[in-house]
């Protein structure tokens, strides 16, 4: 396996001295040691991947240097349209290094396995990039020789005026201690999320974030001996639940329908905000720890923000914060009594089970068996 300290060491050899982008589990011993070893001033976790290409764009025209970008393949995605648009070389010609971490990937001519939102995009990962026309190489902890490869590449950035990339294989880098965050908040997601339950409406309709909140809500209701097939996971498409949920609460204007989202979510496509909130019988859920646990544990600016009042700017009816069990149990039925869309932040502190399990069913059989429920068919 590779250090990342040395890997790191060998980027800033070459001219690296930014790195900005959205953590991947993939990447996470490299992500700790940026977060350790690198000043605060020269690593920025972004929003989105896009945001990551706009902002190592700035720096190149302000400084003249590459940034390196990091971001799982999902990722890919959100950056597209930068990466296309603008820092190609047929547009402004801006040279930076993207890092990938490969969910999905190919190994030996097979796909390894991985959950199904990664299947279709490891299988295209590699074409994607070669669509794109960025040069790019494949890293893995059985390559010889890791500097010169590098080293060429950003020699071709900079030779080429545009992006490259260094796509990564699961198991390249070797575990990295990472540094638990601090919280000033003592209520666990999974007791958020109990203490939440039990007072919506039996009939509402939930649907969860992708990450750990939608498997700890499957599990919960499972415990209740509850349908979890009545509920929407989403499993992919990091950001987007809230617009599952209007999509549902424009359908079913009869209905409760219930986002319970995360801090780093929300902030990767806050801009929806402005949809959910025209929405009367929509009630947005923020499960806030402050963190991109699912990947590693990386901080998000979610506890540096004031999330209410930015709903509330955005057309939200109602807006509140809890903290506890009994704050969360108050602030559902502020919201349920007031006619038109709410938004409840609950701030909790990072951390799940170790033995916290996913959903069984394929996310096919989940739309299913949820349309059917929501149809009155179940």
Same mark, same amino acid.
């Given at each position: 396996?590779?250090?990342?300290?040395?890997?790191?060491?060998?980027?800033?050899?070459?001219?690296?001295?930014?790195?900005?982008?959205?953590?991947?589990?993939?990447?996470?011993?490299?992500?700790?040691?940026?977060?350790?070893?690198?000043?605060?001033?020269?690593?920025?976790?972004?929003?989105?991947?896009?945001?990551?290409?706009?902002?190592?764009?700035?720096?190149?025209?302000?400084?003249?240097?590459?940034?390196?970008?990091?971001?799982?393949?999902?990722?890919?995605?959100?950056?597209?349209?930068?990466?296309?648009?603008?820092?190609?070389?047929?547009?402004?010609?801006?040279?930076?290094?993207?890092?990938?971490?490969?969910?999905?990937?190919?190994?030996?001519?097979?796909?390894?396995?991985?959950?199904?939102?990664?299947?279709?995009?490891?299988?295209?990962?590699?074409?994607?990039?070669?669509?794109?026309?960025?040069?790019?190489?494949?890293?893995?902890?059985?390559?010889?020789?890791?500097?010169?490869?590098?080293?060429?590449?950003?020699?071709?950035?900079?030779?080429?005026?545009?992006?490259?990339?260094?796509?990564?294989?699961?198991?390249?880098?070797?575990?990295?201690?990472?540094?638990?965050? /601090?919280?000033?908040?003592?209520?666990?997601?999974?007791?958020?999320?109990?203490?939440?339950?039990?007072?919506?409406?039996?009939?509402?309709?939930?649907?969860?974030?992708?990450?750990?909140?939608?498997?700890?809500?499957?599990?919960?209701?499972?415990?209740?001996?509850?349908?979890?097939?009545?509920?929407?996971?989403?499993?992919?498409?990091?950001?987007?639940?809230?617009?599952?949920?209007?999509?549902?609460?424009?359908?079913?204007?009869?209905?409760?329908?219930?986002?319970?989202?995360?801090?780093?979510?929300?902030?990767?496509?806050?801009?929806?905000?402005? /949809?959910?909130?025209?929405?009367?019988?929509?009630?947005?859920?923020?499960?806030?720890?402050?963190?991109?646990?699912?990947?590693?544990?990386?901080?998000?600016?979610?506890?540096?923000?004031?999330?209410? /009042?930015?709903?509330?700017?955005?057309?939200?009816?109602?807006?509140?914060?809890?903290?506890?069990?009994?704050?969360?149990?108050?602030?559902?039925?502020?919201?349920?009594?007031?006619?038109?869309?709410?938004?409840?932040?609950?701030?909790?502190?990072?951390?799940?089970?170790?033995?916290?399990?996913?959903?069984?069913?394929?996310?096919?059989?989940?739309?299913?068996?949820?349309?059917?429920?929501?149809?009155?068919?179940?």
């Amino acid at each position: 396996m590779i250090q990342p300290a040395t890997f790191l060491t060998i980027l800033q050899k070459h001219g690296i001295r930014l790195f900005a982008g959205v953590p991947d589990s993939l990447l996470q011993p490299l992500c700790a040691e940026i977060m350790m070893s690198v000043p605060a001033e020269r690593h920025w976790i972004t929003a989105n991947e896009g945001s990551a290409i706009a902002l190592a764009t700035g720096y190149y025209l302000g400084t003249g240097e590459l940034t390196c970008v990091y971001m799982q393949n999902s990722g890919l995605g959100n950056a597209i349209n930068p990466l296309v648009s603008l820092a190609d070389a047929d547009v402004y010609g801006i040279p930076m290094l993207l890092l990938i971490g490969w969910r999905g990937e190919i190994r030996d001519g097979k796909q390894i396995n991985d959950e199904p939102q990664h299947v279709k995009q490891g299988l295209i990962t590699l074409d994607l990039l070669q669509c794109l026309g960025i040069p790019h190489v494949i890293l893995s902890a059985q390559m010889p020789d890791v500097e010169n490869p590098i080293a060429e590449l950003l020699n071709q950035a900079r030779c080429g005026s545009c992006p490259v990339g260094i796509v990564v294989r699961k198991g390249t880098f070797a575990d990295v201690t990472v540094r638990e965050l /601090t919280s000033e908040y003592t209520l666990t997601r999974e007791e958020a999320l109990k203490a939440l339950i039990s007072v919506l409406p039996p009939d509402a309709v939930v649907v969860g974030t992708t990450g750990k909140a939608s498997r700890e809500l499957y599990e919960i209701r499972v415990a209740e001996q509850r349908d979890p097939q009545r509920d929407f996971l989403t499993v992919g498409a990091m950001g987007h639940a809230s617009q599952i949920a209007a999509g549902i609460a424009l359908a079913r204007p009869d209905r409760k329908v219930v986002c319970i989202d995360g801090d780093g979510a929300l902030i990767m496509h806050m801009g929806g905000l402005t /949809t959910t909130a025209t929405f009367s019988n929509l009630l947005h859920i923020i499960i806030n720890n402050g963190s991109h646990e699912s990947v590693g544990g990386q901080p998000t600016r979610g506890l540096h923000i004031d999330i209410p /009042t930015i709903a509330v700017a955005c057309g939200y009816v109602i807006a509140r914060t809890a903290v506890d069990a009994a704050q969360i149990r108050d602030a559902v039925r502020d919201v349920l009594s007031v006619r038109g869309s709410g938004l409840i932040e609950i701030r909790t502190r990072s951390g799940a089970r170790t033995d916290l399990g996913r959903p069984k069913a394929t996310p096919v059989k989940f739309k299913r068996s949820f349309m059917r429920s929501l149809s009155g068919k179940a």
